[in-house]
Every structure is written in C-alpha cells, then in structure tokens.
C-alpha cells in the first residue's frame, strides 16, 4: 500500500546565517518580488557550489570570489533543486534549499540576468536519510532511504520562498529502501521498489497510487537518468527503459554487469553509464563505460585508458560523454560512435578512495564548461570544453569534495 498526502515543509534547525556583498541596484520591475535586492546584470553570471569537511561555499565561476561560506555540520551532499537557481543541501535531518543568488528569466526571444546575495534559506525538506534528488519536467522529486517518503515539489515555486514555502505532495511507501523516485509531465510517479536488505525494480503509479506498469527484472535498482522524455534506471545487470508507459530491460552482456551512475541529456538518446562486472569487491576500480541507445534498448562498452569514480560522469552541452579519469584526464567518448574521440589533461593522477564519502576529483559541467575539482591541491579547474583545454585554475581554501552549480 502506498500512502500520498500534501504538507508544508519543516524548517531546518541548521545555523542559517547568511553573508554579506556588494551593495547592489534597487530591484526591476521585472525581478521576482521576493528579491528586493536583486541586481540586473547584462549576461548569465555562473556560480559554483562546493562542499568541504564542515560546509558549502559559493563561489563566482568566473572569478572565484567566495560569495558565501556556510558552516554546516555532518556530511553535506548538493543536490540540483530543478530551477537553474537553487541546489538542495543534504544534511542531518532532511535538504535546505540554498539560493546560489544568480538566475535568468526567459521571455522568450530574450532573458533578464540577474544577482543577489546567495543565502542557505529556511526551507527544509524533513528526511531522515536524505537520497536521491530527481527534478525532471517541472518537478522536483526527493527520496527519504529512511523512512520511504517521496516528497515532490514545482521548484519555480523557490523563487518566492519570502512569501510562501512551495506545496509538498508525499507519498509513503510499504518498505523504506535506498531508492528513488521521479515524477513525469503528466503527474505519474515511477519510484523504485525494495527493502533494506534488496532492491529488485520499479513501479509506475498515477498521482493517486493507480499501477500503470511495474517491473521486478533489475536487482539492485539505482540511479537514474533521462534521455529526453525516456527514463533510464540502473540494475546489476543491466537497465531498465521507461518510454510512457513501456519498460524495457536491456541486459548487460556480463551476467553480472552493474550500471548504477548515469548521466543522461535532454536532447540526446544516448545515456551514459559506469560498468561493474566484479559482485564481491570491495571497492571495484572499472576501466569501462556503458552506452545506452533508449531508441532500440542496446547496450555499448567503451574502454577507457584509466579507470574513474561515480563522480566522474558528465555531458556537454551538445551531448558528447564525459568521463574524467583517474590517470587526471577528462576522456570524451562519441556517444554515437561508443568511441572514444580524445582526452583532457586536468589533474595530476589520483586513486579512488575506498570510503565513498573521502574526498576525490569529480567533474561538474555548468554550460560550455566543465569543472574538475582537484582535492589534493585545494583547486577547481576550468576547461572550455569547445577548445578542450584548462583555461584557469581556482584556488579554494579547503579541499573540495562535492561540487554543483547554476549557469546564472
């Protein structure tokens, strides 16, 4: 049985102090209401987020300029909130919406840029262990391993957080598990079936818990990404392909051939996934990645020259795979193709860490460049992936271990 209902979020009981700036114009008419003090600026001005051992930085992309440096206790995740604006902050007790203070309106054939103080905000998702976060198509899904409670939210709603707080539909699940969850364009909700102890596949249900299709052929069930409108969800040996209201197994060609990170793009079908053939290892150090086709439900393997972690995964902006590797190279794989094309010297050479929550270099891609985190030397470095090449180095005060952003 799965339960769904609405609430207003909790606040968080993190220290929720903000950080001062530059003075800044008085607001447009155009501005959201809620930012009195929001500046108009004449192009998209990116900001990176990153953690550190005790809290989030944000940081200008162009300059590095630390914006904001909030101490936040215990292990910090960041998370997309959907809205080009916002990220979601896991931490004890559920995810704070942190306002990286830089977004565009789009009104079609233009936009209005504009900047404001970024700020960790009072709105908090309660979760007992905070999971995955999925914004697809106007929502924002969020999934609680402990207890097995979906909340979803319209992350335009975070514009106006001095107003109002957005409207949470939740649903409750029978078994609490490491899940996740997403809504589609049409109020239906796919979320992944299991329990503590096995994950076997996943549901779709209508808005009010209606089966509309259901598969229990992917053990181990994680991740998720989409091509388009297709979603794609990761098993130990292989993947599953939602189209609608069709789910396709595509088998991996190992019996046991786990793919639980993906990387997925809105205008490509190809997705981009890790490859794990080793069931017993503690720490598996793969050297391949998988490619899949959501048009036909194929599955391709690409070699690689290093292997890479469940950080390393990315898409350009026109759909090109990345994978940045452990020998310090961004390698860049034609997804059509399933080749490898060239790679990208960006760090010295660097080993994955046996405990996932250690620091490692992980790469980020906000527009048309991508960021790489080097831990080891306290630095975030720029490519511009349309020369391939590091174009500027940013120094940071602590060692950098998740990294996200907004393209402003």
Known sequence: MLIKSSALALLST????????????????????????????QTPQPRLAMTYDGGVAVLDAATG??????????????????????????????????????????????GHSWTT?????????????????????????????????????????????????PSLDTWTLDQAHHGVAVQDGHGNLI???????????????????NELAASDECPGVHGEAFAGDVALFGC????????GRRITKVDSPDAYGRIGNQAGHESSPYVLGDYKVDADAELERPTRVSVIDTRNASLRLV????????RSLGRTPDGEALVLGTNGSVHVIDPAEAVLTTSIPVTKAWQEPTDWHEPRPTLQVIGGFAYVTEPATKQIHVIDLADRKVVRSIDVAHAPNELSGVSG
């Open 14 to 41: 993190l220290a929720l102090a903000g950080c001062g700036a530059e003075e800044s114009a008085p607001r447009s008419a155009d501005a959201p209401s809620s930012d009195a003090a929001a500046t108009e600026v």
């Open 65 to 110: 300029e630390v914006l904001l440096d909030e101490k936040v206790d215990g292990f910090v995740r960041l998370n997309p909130a959907g809205d080009d604006r916002h990220l979601l902050v896991s931490a004890a007790g559920g995810l704070t919406a942190l306002d990286l203070g830089s977004w565009t309106d789009d009104h079609g054939d233009h």
């Open 117 to 165: 103080d970024p700020r960790l905000t009072d709105f908090t998702i309660s979760a007992e262990e905070p999971g995955h976060v999925v914004p697809h198509h106007g929502r924002t899904t969020v999934f609680d391993d402990g207890t097995g409670v979906i909340t979803a939210f319209d992350p335009a709603d975070l514009a106006e957080l001095d107003e109002a707080e």
């Open 191 to 209: 979320h992944t079936v299991g329990t503590s102890e096995a994950r076997s596949g996943i549901r779709m249900i209508t808005a009010a818990g």
């Open 236 to 243: 130990e040996d292989g993947v599953l392909v939602v189209d």
């Open 303 to 310: 070699d690689l020259p290093s292997s890479y972690s469940f």
